[in-house]
């Protein structure tokens, strides 16, 4: 697998759901020689869309990785694609792989332009600086309008959106474009499903139009690269096709521009002109000066630079669970070379493991490979304990890599086995999925003992029961979808806590005394800001750790309902202690006291999720919808039209949207459609905090 890496691309494919990105990686996989026959998502058979649930439902719900040549200008490229979920509820599949790849292909779909999800997950791929490409899909479709979609990328997602193409016709004419770089017609083969093309002349009522863009695109390259400014003033037609693209590539790399084409990957038109401008103009791993660690011994950074030669550091982005081969994990590998059978150090679990086998991965088929190295993604098996985030290295040169940050569920549900005997089988499954999603938490809850698993969404949530059921062959029952609430405090109280215990013998004492608020703006991290005031040893300074434990793990369980609270600050300020019957013990108790004390002062409020939703709905259903919206405390956002449609949208509390899917379809005659997705918590009114303040202390028995 010694290759050279100059001709390696790392590339995900992302977007809204259904812009078409399953249907556009079965494309490349053909083109690529991969796969003889196309996988048609609507007919269940997509190649990449291999668990039963994505078949059976036409999504995406797990990122799928797979490994391609291709040919480009007599040079043969390697490529991992990873066709990523477009599902809000499965953000973290597009989380966790951006943070591992190079480049990105963005589709949009040329009819519906920027939607709700792709906005999410633009936002990611700034997070993780990943340079990228546009290409507009489904521009056979009535309404398609590339220009339109250009122009929403570059108002909605503040981005320099440039067109190196211009499509010839439109909708049931689209058949090929107009390349502006080398000024050229391209127009697709159908005999072939668009293996191959041919060149035509542009179109004459074209010509002034390809001109105009043509012009536009030379001007952005030559703003960014100033040897062409002058070029561009003085003779534009001296400008070659090599110095455009070298110019461009240099503008991607830096995220200054984004170069956007077009096509139908379901028409088989326009995947093979998008796959070689990804091989002239996104990254490769050579591209990046390396990676940067620490070193989790000196505290010191540590750059890697994406050579064999260099110490062996890879990151674990994702765990999954296969029924022949046991665990995966794969990995994106910076530097180093890992052989088949050798071991490896995580330096999140301080110990080794040792990898047996490696594959290159084809969705879920796997090929065995001898090694993995730098700048590659393959998966692994053998080891005993890897998380997503972990960093894998070389004992010898241990370094800990910027690992991810995943949101947290905004809903969860209780369960419960049908039968005694498969108790155990839950346990197992549960823990099994929780390890292959981040994003997925079970726990037990304190009062009733029942089982509650919290998720992104209600999809989320049921598809993981459906594959208890599939993979784990366990039944169980559920309850109703429930909110995850959280509690803040909004005020500040000063209180004093004394612990004391005496049964004979030596007793327990402690005495503290701090003062609660909230957290400091400035305090980036959250969870308990903590600051030690004691002077002249009226605590001795080993037990002002265990005051600290104390509020920290008394944050899970807030005062008004159970759920937890995220943040607060405590300053100790003072105490005292008794030189026999003080001890670690004590002293966590009595913070563990203070807070339950202290926190009814701090003026303690709920706080729920609220949900960003886009509403897309015909002109006349606008008004029932605003209304039914307006019913759910719902507040409206903006109001805007898109292809003859309304689009609506709206931040509206998750408590008030379960079943909301079936109640627009009632209301709209199954013509509207939504997207939500969580965008904040915000204190609750006070008729709903006193609802599930009662509910959670059992004074409502409730039919639910």
Known sequence: MARDLKFTRNIGIAAHIDAGKTTTTERILYYAGVSHKIGEVHEGAATMDWMAQEQERGITITSAATTVNWKYRNQNYHMNIIDTPGHVDFTVEVNRSLRVLDGLVFLFSAVDGVEPQSETNWRLANNYNVARIGFVNKMDRSGADFLKVVKQVKDMLGSNA????????AEDQFKGVVDLINNRGIVWNEHDKGMTFTEVPIPEDMLDEVAEWREKLLESVADYDESLMEKFFDAPETITEREVLDALRAAVLDAKIVPMVCGSSFKNKGVQTMLDYVMELLPSPLDSEGVV??????????????????PFAALAFKIAT??????????????????????????????????????????NKQNPVPNVAAGDIAAVVGFKDIKTGDTLCDEKHPIVLESMVFPDPVIGLAIEPKTQADVDKLGMGLSKLAEEDPTFRVQTDQETGQTVISGMGELHLDILIDRLKREFKVEVNQGAPQVAYKEAIFGTAEHREVYKKQSGGRGKFADIKVVISPIDADFEKGGLQFVNEIVGGAIPREFIPS??????????????????LPDMKVRLIDGSFHAVDSDALSFELAARMAYREALPKCRPSLMEPIMKIEILTPEENMGDVIG????????????????????????????????????????????????????????????????????SKGRIKSED
């Open 293 to 310: 660690g620490t070193n989790p011994d000196t505290n010191e950074e540590v750059l890697l630079k994406p050579s064999i030669d260099e």
């Open 628 to 695: 039914d919206m307006n019913r759910r405390r719902g507040q409206l956002q903006g109001m805007d039209t898109r292809n003859g449609a309304q689009v609506i949208k709206a931040l509206v509390p998750l408590s008030e949207m379960f079943g909301y899917v079936t109640q627009l379809r009632t209301i709209t005659s199954g013509r509207a459609t939504s997207t939500m997705e969580f965008d904040h918590y915000e204190p609750a009114p006070k008729n709903v905090q006193d609802e599930v303040v009662a509910k």
């Open 322 to 363: 296969d029924p022949f081969v046991g665990r995966l994990c794969f990995i994106r590998v910076y530097s180093g070379n890992l052989e088949a059978g050798s071991y490896i150090y995580n330096t999140r679990s301080e110990s080794k493991e040792r990898i047996s086998r490696i594959f290159q991965m084809h969705a």
């Open 162 to 169: 440039v067109p190196l193409q211009l499509p010839i016709g």
């Open 547 to 564: 005051v600290e434990k104390g509020f920290a793990s008394a944050m899970a369980n807030g005062v008004l309902a159970g759920y937890p």
